[in-house]
């Protein structure tokens, strides 16, 4: 049996496109979504991910408010700026691209933007609120997964569901999303991480099992059940002299073995990825309506 191949680049592209309407909607209303985004410095990776952003804000629709700022920024002018667009009524969503220069504090300045225009979900409110099943800005690679699963045909509700990953922006937010009596899950959720023992005894077991540990080959073809469901969170760079640039990217599981045993599988890269980006654009839009008093 060979796994379906999820498409998160044509879920993504449908996502986008269904955004793109609810904004020409929402500007015959007389609401422009806006995203404010701030990139302090010129990391490479950083300038790609931010540009890629804008890029996306265009194709749908919404109005962004980029700022680029040098390296030496000092902690009080970030703060400043962030404070700025939390009283600008043209930004609906504020985006700090992480990591921050060394002399820079994210912790505090991530606090400063306010609950209500934290479209990465970041916040400790935000955080707060979802594992409490209030309304929150969910953040955006663990929803990514999970409407990767739901666009898919997967069935969550039930579920036996193996996250491998504790970290916050993608394990224990992922975590807190699957065991929600919500839509989004009303699944049965185990969290492994480097500390389990036998992890293999945990993931043979599930349904679904999200790798998100950031090392290759985490989760190999012997850990997994016939018929699982199996998304890879992971991007790792593997040397490879076969490429131009010297490395390819791979994921968190032996994707090659496991796709002969699993129902549904998602590639590295064209899985998750696409879908990070996406829900931040959904978050966006939904600010708008909250802030025009639409839901």
Do not use: W
Request: hydrophobic share 40%; charged share 25%; with cysteine.
């Amino acid at each position: 049996m060979a796994a379906k191949i999820i498409d998160g680049k044509q879920v993504a592209a449908d996502m986008r496109a269904e955004l793109k309407a609810q904004v020409a909607d929402l500007k015959t209303q007389g609401v422009v979504p806006g995203l404010g985004v701030i990139l302090v410095g010129d990391d490479p990776a950083s300038r790609s991910y931010v540009t890629a952003k804008e890029r996306a804000c265009e194709e749908i629709g919404l109005h962004s408010d980029d700022n680029r700022l040098p390296a030496d920024t000092s902690q009080e002018d970030l703060l400043a700026l962030v404070q700025k667009m939390n009283k600008d009524p043209k930004i609906n969503g504020i985006l700090v691209q992480l990591p921050l220069p060394k002399h820079l504090d994210e912790d505090e300045v991530l606090l400063a933007i306010s609950p209500d225009k934290d479209v990465d979900g970041f916040h400790p409110v935000s955080v707060g609120r979802m594992v409490v099943g209030q309304k929150s800005f969910l953040s955006c690679t663990p929803h990514g997964v999970i409407q990767l699963l739901l666009r898919s045909g997967v069935k969550i509700e039930g579920a036996n569901v193996v996250i491998v990953g504790r970290s916050n922006i993608v394990g224990k937010p992922l975590a807190n999303m699957l065991i929600q009596k919500s839509p989004l899950g009303n699944a049965t959720v185990t969290v492994c991480h480097t500390r389990t023992k036998d992890m293999a005894r945990y993931t043979r077991e599930a349904d679904i099992v999200i790798a998100a540990a950031g090392r290759p080959n985490t989760v190999t073809a012997d850990m997994v059940k016939d018929g699982a469901v199996v998304i890879d969170v992971g991007v790792n760079r593997v040397e490879d002299a076969t490429k131009k640039s010297g490395f390819r990217l791979v994921g968190d599981v032996d994707f090659d073995a496991i796709k002969e045993k699993a129902s549904f599988i998602t590639p590295v890269p064209g899985g998750v990825g696409p879908m990070t980006i996406t829900m931040l654009l959904f978050n966006t839009v939904e600010s708008a309506r909250r802030a025009a008093g639409m839901e």
